[in-house]
């Protein structure tokens, strides 16, 4: 076990709504990254927290923002929801040795939009 | 545009044999290269990964080959066991950015 945890586990929107995913991030990892892996596919970068800031965002479009607290848990929204965003949402907390970056996944929320 | 690009999309291969997955890319500023195995339902585990200043690095089984100059590296899972069966993906990062292949699933056959 990674130490990273997600919740919820499964959830089902339908087209327009909004949803908030969580992550809590492995003890003393200050750095935070989110994926998106649809069926099939390999994860794609939506964007990473450090210290609370947004620290670099793939190419995903603002209604996917997130938010990173003090404890290190962060969030993951997404507004107006399409059905496109249907996947499989990834958190990954990092550890830094030397300039290695080194990502601990969690078990993911898979996300169906109706 | 697919930073990585891994092959096969999916291999099959008697118990003891040798597995080999592929990757490919092109952005010159990579420098560190993972390899990530998954499991239905849970989330990618780092399994192996390397540097570009070395051509091998051997972990048990698992094998990562780096070639630089032809910008590839390989994954070559040796003595392959049925706990093997998993989604394997490559990926290449540069600073705070992870680029992952589009993965290989892997059934090993008993």
């Known amino acids: 076990e990674t130490g990273v945890t997600q919740s919820p586990t499964h959830l089902i929107k339908t087209r327009g709504q909004q949803v908030t995913l969580r992550c809590s991030s492995q003890?003393?990892?200050?750095?935070v990254s989110w994926y998106q892996q649809a069926l099939g596919q390999g994860p794609q970068f939506i964007f990473q927290y450090y210290r609370e800031e947004e620290n670099g965002r793939g190419n995903f479009p603002p209604r996917f923002s997130g938010l990173q607290f003090p404890n290190y848990s962060s969030e993951l929204n997404v507004n107006a929801l399409e059905l496109d965003d249907s996947a499989l949402y990834l958190c990954?907390?990092?550890?830094?040795?030397?300039?290695?970056?080194?990502?601990?996944f969690g078990p993911g929320t898979r996300l169906t939009v109706l | 545009q697919q930073q990585v690009k891994q092959s096969p999309q999916s291999l099959i291969v008697q118990k003891g044999g040798i597995s080999i997955i592929n990757c490919a890319y092109e952005n010159t500023a990579f420098d560190y290269f993972p390899w990530y195995q998954q499991f239905p339902g849970k989330g990618p585990a780092l399994l192996i990964a390397?540097?570009?200043?070395?051509s091998e690095k051997k972990e048990g089984r698992f094998t990562i080959s780096f070639n630089k100059s032809a910008k590839q590296f390989s994954l070559h899972i040796m003595d392959s066991q049925p706990g093997d069966s998993a989604t394997y993906f490559c990926a290449a990062t540069t600073g705070n950015q992870f680029y992952f292949g589009t993965g290989t699933s892997l059934t090993v056959i008993p």
């Open positions: 990954a907390s990092n550890s830094r040795v030397g300039r290695t970056d080194t990502q601990y």
């Open positions: 003890s003393g990892h200050n750095t």
């Open positions: 390397i540097r570009p200043d070395v």
